[in-house]
């Protein structure tokens, strides 16, 4: 491979810049690419025409690339030929500087609360040359006020314009090669441990065991905790306060350490959006015998998020003859089956019969068991698939369609390569072993996987093992007991907002809290196996992303979207709540801006919602502290009060949102330098609204007032839905309504008005006024009907 070379000046930094990306430079790494957007690089979908020394890598699309080219040409078009021929390679380095995947080291933006750079951090030398040739571009490149101080003064410019950091200055960051060493890729220490990030999704758990999906479109996801209650969480990740299923009163288990009976498994039927249906797994005790019991429920069909408790069908009870070795998993495979996963009865050594129950093909435990779950309204509730491996095997339960299984812990579908669908129906597993190895399968139908004979590649009982029509399959992967005792089967990523991830299979170990991958080498069908860690250093410093986890790893899931997920608890007790859900994210590389983009389906909440607050932070990384600016001299009139007393708002009230803007950011989310932190008090309009009576802090919700003709007033809730309070909602800035309040929920506005009744809006117009209603003042109603709102940004809608 070429080295990269820093060639100074003009557009021969643009040549080195390609050779840096496209080579990819070999050094030790240590580097934190960050865009603008405070998100990881990408590769753009459609090739830049304009900044082409980042097309194969970096922070533009392309969209971005041609207002990039716009910006420049506006620049260029007020110079002459001469100054073209000097300053175009200058103008267009820093201009594409926004696209480079260190974006936000050179405009000094790792740190969402402070300004952003109009220049890029540049390095000495090449703003000394930059200065000498073409100091005539820094008004059209910047409206900084302090560059245009400086800007005749080569030392202080210059000065002004460096880095804290100077390994990033542009353009000697090119030429280093710590930072561009596999720029893109998953990044890896020295013991080849890759370097991810997480996200908390959810928390305040106990034990959870499960996430699924119900693949209908809403991405909803549905989290089970091991003592018999599931919860729903909507795609904001807000929690609805009543369970989605509560059969606690059922469930076996108990608060002791380790308990592995409970609730242990559920999925989705593949046509749930149509039949509403889902199955469970958990443990129950009939008399003095403790089984495990497969149920069929449905969904309530006047309540999408609420089991119909009634509906409970027992499709299959099995006797369990110790406390251990459950099983759990229950999973819908491609062929549309539902596939059940039992442990071999517990104890050590599968010390059931002659040989055990997984070698007993007589018996259901110790095995996989595959069943047709439809049409099951008449007749039996369950029937066995006609290519079953053992349908005519004498003696032998019909039902099985794997065998020699110890414990499998979470098994997964493969949901195969995006493009190629190579992989697809794939199914993974991972069995937990007896006292020296951990392994990792894939089903195949009818095979022996060998336990009690063999533990991962070894023989467990060596007479079993020597026996010649064993026939077992062997696992991918076996790992000793040095590195865990208990294996949690994962998923091969097949998401699509982190490209680098496809194809790798994750997992880990519950005992020892190690996250592992295998990735599968396609030439020989061999497995790699690479460590993952938590990044170090700076590789998980974004906004929302952390570096920790508690140890002990439960469990593994994906979403609708396929992104993958993984829940781990600090105490091993199904009563302690001390459970968290983590999303697995790849600070190297994201995919493309809006490629992963889907639109949620409604859905409708009879329930209150809870607020996710996430309680993990980084760890290990000292934020820099910034040197803020002196602040400058003020009015001393108190604004906010000023602001407060003209518009007249009562205590708790949210004050008015212009409902356009006359100027729209010139950075999203970011305050450019020369912005004021106030806007001017906009003038009282007609048809303005505020929320008022919401709870301290909660500036979404409240009691709808309306300003007409100089006066506040209250809006009765005759004819109020959710049209109406969509059109509020917008006004303020909220992108829909959840709700529309009715019978005064936050309060009566007893010393106002009634200004508005009987309104009646297709939920498009601009505000109430423009909508039917009876006229201003007139009413047929009282303030015990005053009308609320709760406003938000998600996609569900609660119903009243």
Not at 14 to 43: G, N, S, Y
Request: charged share 25%.
């Amino acid at each position: 491979m070429r080295q990269c070379v820093r060639v100074p000046g003009g557009l021969g930094v643009l040549r080195a810049l390609t050779v840096c990306v496209l080579v990819l430079c070999i050094a030790p790494a240590a580097p934190h690419p960050q865009c603008l957007d405070f998100k990881p690089p990408f590769r753009p979908l459609r090739e830049l025409q304009f900044c082409v020394m980042y097309k194969e890598f970096g922070c533009c699309d392309y969209e971005k690339d041609q207002q990039l080219r716009a910006k420049y040409y506006r620049i260029m078009d007020n110079f002459d030929y001469y100054g073209y021929a000097n300053c175009a390679g200058f103008v267009l380095e820093m201009i594409c500087q926004e696209c480079s995947p260190f974006a936000a080291h050179l405009f000094d933006a790792e740190d969402p609360t402070t300004p952003v750079r109009t220049i890029p951090g540049l390095c000495p030398d090449y703003c000394s040359q930059f200065w000498n040739k073409c100091r005539s571009t820094i008004p059209l490149l910047s409206d900084d006020p302090h560059i245009a101080e400086v800007k005749e003064d080569r030392t202080r410019l210059c000065r002004y314009l460096e880095l804290d950091d100077a390994d990033y200055c542009y353009p000697h960051l090119l030429s280093d090669q710590k930072l561009t060493l596999n720029l893109g890729r998953v990044q890896s220490d020295v013991d080849g441990c890759l370097q991810l990030c997480l996200e908390e999704v959810a928390n305040g758990l106990r034990n959870p065991l499960a996430m699924v999906h119900a693949n209908d479109g809403t991405h909803r996801f549905f989290v089970a905790e091991q003592v018999g209650l599931v919860w729903t969480y909507l795609p904001d990740r807000s929690k609805l306060e009543k369970p989605f299923l509560n059969i606690t009163k059922v469930v076996l288990t108990s608060s002791w350490e380790g308990d592995e009976r409970g609730f242990l498994g559920l999925t989705f039927h593949p046509k749930h959006k149509y039949n509403r249906k889902l199955y469970v797994y958990y443990s129950v005790e009939v008399g003095f015998d403790e089984r495990i019991r497969i149920s069929e429920f449905q969904v309530s069909a006047h309540d999408m998020n609420v089991v119909d408790h009634a509906s409970e069908r027992v499709i299959l009870e099995i006797d369990e003859p110790a406390s251990n070795h459950n099983g759990g998993q229950l999973l819908f495979a491609d062929d549309g089956y539902l596939y059940i996963f039992t442990g071999d009865g517990g104890m050590a050594g599968d010390p059931f019969g002659k040989y055990g129950n997984a070698q007993n093909k007589s018996a259901l435990l110790g095995k996989v068991l595959r069943i047709d779950v439809d049409n099951n309204s008449r007749g039996p509730l369950y029937r066995i698939p006609p290519d079953n491996p053992f349908v005519q095997n004498w003696g032998a339960r019909p039902e099985v369609y794997a065998y020699g299984v110890r414990n499998m812990w979470r098994c997964s579908v493969d949901r195969g390569d995006p493009r190629t669908k190579e992989g697809k129906g794939r199914i993974f597993c991972g069995d937990v072993g007896q006292n020296k190895f951990e392994e990792i399968d894939i089903i195949e139908k009818g095979r022996n996987f060998g336990w009690r004979a063999k533990e991962g590649f070894s023989c467990y009982d060596k007479k079993l093992c020597a026996n010649s029509s064993l026939d077992d399959v062997l696992p991918i992967y076996a790992y000793p007991h040095t590195m865990g005792k208990s294996v949690t089967g994962g998923y091969v990523y097949r998401g699509c907002e982190y490209p680098n991830m496809n194809g790798m299979y994750i997992f880990g170990d519950f005992m020892s809290g190690r996250l592992m991958s295998l990735q599968e080498d396609r030439n020989t069908g061999t497995w790699k196996y690479n460590e993952v860690c938590m990044g170090k250093g700076m590789t998980c410093a974004f906004p929302g992303l952390i570096n920790n986890y508690h140890q002990y790893i439960i469990s593994f899931a994906e979403d609708e979207a396929g992104e993958l997920y993984f829940m781990s608890t600090g105490v091993p007790s199904a009563t302690s709540p001390s459970g968290v859900v983590y999303k697995v994210v790849d600070p190297s590389r994201r995919a493309p801006p809006r490629q992963c983009h889907y639109d949620p389906l409604p859905v409708r909440v009879k329930s209150n919602l809870i607020k996710f607050v996430p309680q993990e932070t980084l760890t290990g990384l000292e934020q820099p502290h910034k040197a803020k600016p002196e602040p400058q001299p003020t009015d001393s009139s108190d604004w906010l009060q000023e602001l407060v007393d003209r518009l007249g708002l009562p205590d708790g009230a949210t004050p008015p949102l212009p409902t356009t803007t006359t100027k729209p950011p010139r950075r999203k989310g970011r305050r450019r330098k020369g912005q004021t932190g106030t806007e001017s008090v906009r003038e009282l309009q007609n048809g303005m609204v505020r929320l008022v009576g919401g709870e301290r802090g909660q500036s979404d919700r409240g009691r709808v007032e309306l300003y007409v003709n100089g006066e506040w007033g209250t809006v009765c809730d005759d004819l109020w839905n959710i049209n109406n309070a969509e059109v509020v909602c917008r006004q303020l800035g909220f992108t829909r309504a959840l709700k529309a309040a009715k019978n005064s929920e936050f309060g009566e506005g007893k010393d106002l008005r009634i200004l508005l009744d009987d309104v009646q809006c297709d939920g498009t117009e601009s505000s109430l006024l423009d909508c039917q209603h009876t006229g201003v003042g007139t009413n047929n109603c009282a303030h015990y009907e005053d009308a609320g709102v709760i406003c938000g940004t998600s996609g569900h809608i609660i119903e009243v």
